[in-house]
């Protein structure tokens, strides 16, 4: 079973520091997903990671993805108090039949410090 | 373009009762996604609909639980009866067939208690 782990799942850190949270998976995959979610609303799609090696940035946020490690990061640099919220990856699996069943990990809840 | 819509966001209801969530996909989007979170864990994969058809339902709880998705539109989510357990936040999300990377359009949630 395909299974997601990310770490930490708490993150408290102050305004312009950096840090990065870790995205590990169990099995092969080459789509990994990293998202958003702000306290009661939907989750946001920030990056889509289709190859070994990728690396997308938007702003303060880069992420990459090492498929032979299975390992995705999402990297944080001179982090603001806007960047507070829960950040999940996903991870598609591909069914016998072709389609796409996603995989999540638990969350990384991250409170920026003014 | 409207995003995936869900509703209702807050139900609060008694043990034993029954409850029905529904979820509007995008317009034309035929993959149709039900995920759960409990407080503080993984958002857990419940079902996918290809249009009106299930494709995976591996992450149903329990009979307890039955999804519809007539004429491939909106789809409902009914949980009868309800127990402690099913508490959570309960999200729907959508995604084209054609094309990739299938990328996944979420709706707000609906936030269950279960009392």
């Known amino acids: 079973e395909l299974k997601v782990e990310q770490n930490p799942l708490f993150l408290s850190m102050q305004e312009g520091k950096n840090y990065t949270i870790y995205c590990n998976y169990s099995t092969t995959s080459d789509r990994l997903y990293w998202y958003r979610q702000d306290p009661g609303k939907s989750l946001e799609s920030l990056f889509v990671l289709l190859s070994n090696g990728a690396v997308k940035q938007e702003g303060r946020l880069m992420a990459s993805l090492d498929t032979k490690a299975r390992l995705s990061t999402l990297h944080i640099t001179a982090a603001v108090h806007d960047l507070s919220a829960t950040y999940f990856c996903a991870v598609a699996a591909t069914r016998t039949s072709g389609t796409y069943k996603y995989i999540f990990g638990t969350g990384t809840r991250l409170k920026v410090l003014a | 373009e409207a995003g995936v819509t869900q509703f209702p966001s807050h139900s609060v209801i008694e043990k034993g009762q029954t409850v029905t969530l529904r979820c509007d996909p995008i317009s034309g989007h035929d993959n149709l996604y039900w995920y759960r979170r409990v407080m503080g864990k993984e958002i857990k994969f419940l079902l996918h609909?290809?249009?009106?058809?299930?494709?995976?339902e591996s992450g149903m709880p329990n009979n307890r639980f039955l999804a519809e998705r007539t004429g491939g539109t909106y789809s409902t989510l009914k949980v009868q009866p309800a127990e402690l357990e099913d508490s959570g936040v309960y999200f729907c999300?959508?995604?084209?067939?054609?094309?990739?990377?299938?990328?996944?359009?979420f709706g707000p949630g609906t936030r269950l208690t279960v009392t």
């Open positions: 999300a959508s995604s084209q067939v054609i094309g990739g990377p299938y990328e996944q359009y």
């Open positions: 609909f290809v249009k009106e058809s299930k494709q995976d």
